[in-house]
């Protein structure tokens, strides 16, 4: 049986996350503001924990670009241009088209969406597309991206590739973090977020894969057109 001391870095190693996602829930929520610097004293001191998890999670969120490490100044929000934004979304155009082409070719690790257990999985992830299409026809940017996340977290899971869906949803945190620094500025977004999630799965589903391709080609340039607009001013 594990000692106290396995006890001990579990916990911690679970308070290290759970700080992790709160910190990252700030920046998608706009709360901490790009640019934004802070300690690990001052974050300990909010979470009321100890320096040693809090210092972990930064350095965890640095390591994936949410954050810039100062060694004598501490940490600060990273800031984003639109030229970051495109090298996202071609980065994540490679991994999309990559799940796409095992779909349409039938490879190995390629869902079967006549599969039972796929077509349930599928209907999981079209329930998390309807609430994210709500919350973009709404404007309620927090709630599209949480229900966003999941939707392609959820779909990239189904080609049963772990470090295919684990990269796709590090990006998408990523593209996130720096769509909201720019969409914040806009105070009715209702309109303006892309809701075309229920139409992907169905593509999907259907095996359309041009279809599905072409759909998230219109997201691309969608969400390009508007951050670079913003961008600009």
């Known amino acids: 049986m594990p000692g106290p001391s396995g006890t001990g870095a579990v916990t911690r190693s ?22 934004q610097e802070f300690t690990v004293k001052e974050i300990a001191e909010q979470y ?18 949410l954050l810039d490490a100062d060694q004598h100044r501490g940490f600060r929000v990273h800031e984003y241009s639109a030229d970051d934004f495109r090298g996202m979304v071609r980065a994540r155009s490679l991994v999309t088209d990559g799940m796409f082409l095992a779909l349409a ?12 257990r796929v ?3 599928l209907s999981g992830v079209r329930r998390r597309g309807e609430e994210a299409q709500r919350a973009a026809a709404a404007g309620e940017l927090t709630v599209l991206i949480g229900y966003d996340l999941r939707f392609w ?40 977020l892309w809701s075309g999630h229920t139409a992907l ?5 259907r095996r359309d894969v041009p279809g599905a391709r072409s759909l998230v080609d219109a997201y691309n340039r969608h969400s390009l057109g508007l951050i670079e607009r913003l961008a600009e001013g």
Not at 17 to 31: C, S, W
Not at 48 to 65: H, I, M, N
């Open 153 to 192: 977290r959820e779909l990239a899971v189904l080609f049963g590739n772990p470090y295919l869906s684990d990269f796709l949803h590090r990006l998408r945190v990523q593209s996130w973090v720096c769509t909201v620094q720019h969409l914040r500025r806009l105070s009715d977004l209702r309109g303006a």
């Open 201 to 205: 799965v169905d593509a999907l589903a």
């Open 105 to 116: 070719d039938d490879l190995r690790g390629g869902p079967d969406p006549d599969d039972p």
């Open 14 to 35: 679970t308070l290290r996350q759970q700080i992790a996602e709160a910190l990252r829930d700030e920046v998608l929520a706009g709360r901490l503001q790009p640019g």
């Open 119 to 121: 077509a349930a999985a």
């Open 48 to 65: 009321g924990v100890s320096a040693t998890p809090v210092r972990e999670a930064l350095v965890d969120l640095s390591a994936q670009g």
